[in-house]
């Protein structure tokens, strides 16, 4: 087996963390493994740095760049992979051109809805779509046959460290951390328009958010206008999230849309914190509500109000063991084991 992964995103984010994982996992099983990264790229950036392993940049000028699909081509001739991972659509497009020659897999990622088009032109010749929920599943299912469930992962020993406990610019009673992106989806003015209610309640309590885009400034000026500000610490994108989870109270996952299989729930599990989530349908795969986290009504930040209040006022108590117990089924550890049984059960068909 020799697997070519294939990831064009710019940004350091969750997707990008997971297909560098498999592809380390698939190495520490002396599984052959070669990654490709866009060289515009953060990853790439992180992975020169890093001195990784088997890794490679190139340059991404478009899905339908001769430049970019010659490169390739020069590196499939290469290497010789069995199997092409794609890890987001446009490398799906680039990936799936091999198809004679390899097995491709695709990693579906979010839940928003394929385009016809795309249905029947870049997504026809995959061998296995691998959806990181069930919830995104159900809708793959509805376009495609070869659909499979792999949840994306936590590595549970990113957080079995020495913490450094003066992460925090302001530190108060009770910390309430945010990690994400400030997009329209990741609902972090629901976030702030609950806490300015809390703050009306409780001394000395400080939102942490950690994340950073489009929406920073506005959620600044929301801040602001609510009277709040001197209550919120805005970090902006951070490599030790680690240390803010592990300072933190309770973690809080407000998304409205487009939540594939959130790694900041677990994440904050991870970590062992009561995780605070909006009941999107692929939220509810991890948190069972009361059991090992806590839910409230998507984009209702009255709802999310109440919920923590309840947990702040331990009218909700959960147990820690629940919590770890849940977690562990995500373990990076698992995922590949799962990763490496699909692969050798689809290439040998």
Same mark, same amino acid.
């Given at each position: ?41 953060? #990853? ?9 392993? !088997? ?7 478009? /899905? ?12 499939? !001739?290469?290497?010789? +992979? ?10 799906? %497009? ?15 990622? =979010?839940?928003? +809805? *394929? ?34 469930? *792999? ?13 450094? !406990? ?8 009770? @910390? ?11 609902? =972090? ?11 009306? !309640? ?13 929406? #920073? ?6 801040? %602001? ?5 001197? @209550? ?21 996952? +407000?998304?409205?849309?487009? /939540? ?25 795969? #991890? *948190? ?19 919920? #923590? ?7 909700? =108590? ?6 770890? /117990? ?24």
């Amino acid at each position: 087996m020799r697997v070519l992964h294939i990831d064009t995103g710019l940004e350091w984010r969750g997707g990008q963390r997971q297909a560098l994982t498999l592809h380390k996992g698939l190495l520490s099983h002396n599984i052959e493994s070669l990654f490709l990264g866009n060289q515009a790229g953060e #990853l790439h950036q992180l992975c020169k740095n890093n001195h990784e392993e !088997k890794y490679a940049g190139f340059a991404f000028n478009g /899905e339908l760049s001769l430049t970019t699909h010659h490169e390739i081509q020069n590196i499939v !001739k290469e290497f010789k +992979p069995t199997i092409i991972h794609c890890h987001d659509s446009h490398s799906a %497009k680039l990936g799936s051109r091999f198809h004679k020659s390899c097995t491709i897999f695709h990693t579906r990622r =979010v839940s928003y +809805p *394929i385009k016809f088009l795309s249905r029947y032109f870049k997504y026809k010749n995959i061998d296995a779509h691998v959806c990181v929920s069930e919830d995104i599943r159900n809708y793959m299912k509805q376009h495609f046959s070869n659909t499979f469930t *792999i949840h994306s992962c936590v590595d549970i020993k990113r957080f079995d460290r020495v913490v450094n !406990k003066t992460i925090f610019d302001k530190n108060g009673d009770i @910390n309430i951390v945010y990690v994400g992106a400030f997009s329209n989806q990741k609902g =972090v003015d629901v976030l702030i328009k609950a806490f300015s209610n809390l703050a009306k !309640k409780y001394n000395n309590i400080v939102l942490h958010l950690i994340g950073n885009g489009e929406l #920073l400034q506005p959620m600044k000026t929301l801040a %602001k206008a609510l009277e709040i500000d001197h @209550n919120i610490v805005f970090y902006g994108a951070r490599k030790d999230v680690e240390d803010f989870y592990l300072n933190s109270d309770y973690v809080v996952c +407000p998304s409205v849309s487009g /939540e594939g299989s959130s790694g900041v729930i677990k994440e904050g599990m991870a970590a062992g914190k009561i995780v605070i989530t909006s009941d999107l349908t692929a939220n509810k795969e #991890l *948190i069972d509500d009361g059991i090992n986290g806590v839910m409230f009504k998507t984009g209702d930040s009255n709802a999310l109000t109440m919920s #923590l209040t309840k947990v702040i006022n331990k009218e909700i =108590v959960i147990d820690h063991q629940k919590i770890k /117990e849940k977690v562990s089924l995500f373990d990076c550890s698992n995922t590949i084991e799962q990763y490496i049984t699909l692969y050798k059960k689809i290439s040998n068909k």
